[in-house]
């Protein structure tokens, strides 16, 4: 079955570095999606990619969607510590199931 | 409007134990889902349901049961509770966008401890 895969499992910075959590799927995806759930919160929507190639912002955030709909990577600069929490993937074939990937954990060093 | 809404925030069962994790959204959404969530891991789908009357499996069915009587409302049954369920439960909710797009809107979680 289809699978999505991120990596890295966890990321340590320190504050002002920047992140990068990156997702592939087995197969091609109508379109993927971006969610953050902070500590002990809920998942919350952060951005969909549809377009082949496409790359969105959002302030510091940028999000890129794979020429062949297979990857995708949410790039953040200067992290700060709001940003702390786990950043998940989720890709969607042409059914209403999202497929979700495993989440990248940002930890600000102290 | 509250969005995704569930009950209880919290809940300590007994092994063998039965409960219902009620979940409401009130956003007219057709589709609903239930993911658990071990501690420090990804989201696993448990059953899903495309509208009233209609429910299916996800990756992780054994050991629950769903209902969907009305859009609204989508109960999760635990029938005789297990240690490997405890986990953090979350109820989704979507609406099909125009390119399939389904952005799913969470309630806060039920934190579930089977003792």
């Known amino acids: 079955g289809q699978q999505v895969m991120q990596i890295p499992q966890y990321q340590h910075v320190q504050e002002g570095e920047d992140f990068t959590t990156y997702c592939n799927s087995s197969t091609t995806l109508s379109n993927i999606q971006w969610y953050k759930q902070r500590p002990g919160g809920h998942p919350v929507f952060l951005i969909q990619?549809?377009?082949s190639g496409e790359v969105k912002k959002q302030k510091r955030l940028t999000f890129q969607f794979g020429e062949a709909k297979k990857n995708s990577s949410l790039h953040i600069t200067a992290t700060q510590t709001t940003d702390v929490g786990t950043y998940f993937c989720?890709?969607?074939?042409?059914?209403?199931?999202?497929?979700w990937g495993a989440g990248t954990k940002l930890i600000i060093k102290p | 409007n509250a969005g995704v809404t569930q009950t209880p925030k919290f809940r300590i069962l007994k092994i063998g134990q039965s409960m219902t994790l009620q979940c409401t959204q009130d956003?007219?959404?057709?589709?609903m889902y239930w993911y658990r969530q071990d501690p420090g891991m990804g989201l696993k789908l448990i059953y899903y349901s495309v509208g009233a009357g209609i429910t299916d499996k996800g990756e992780v069915p054994n050991g629950y049961n769903v209902s969907r009587s009305t859009t609204e409302d989508f109960p999760l049954r635990l029938e005789l509770a297990a240690p490997s369920q405890t986990s953090v439960y979350f109820c989704?909710?979507?609406?099909?966008?125009?390119?399939?797009?389904?952005?799913?809107?969470f309630g806060p979680g039920t934190r579930l401890t089977v003792l």
């Open positions: 956003m007219n959404h057709n589709y």
């Open positions: 989704a909710s979507s609406r099909r966008g125009q390119a399939g797009a389904d952005t799913q809107y």
């Open positions: 989720a890709g969607q074939e042409s059914n209403y199931q999202l497929i």
């Open positions: 990619l549809v377009k």
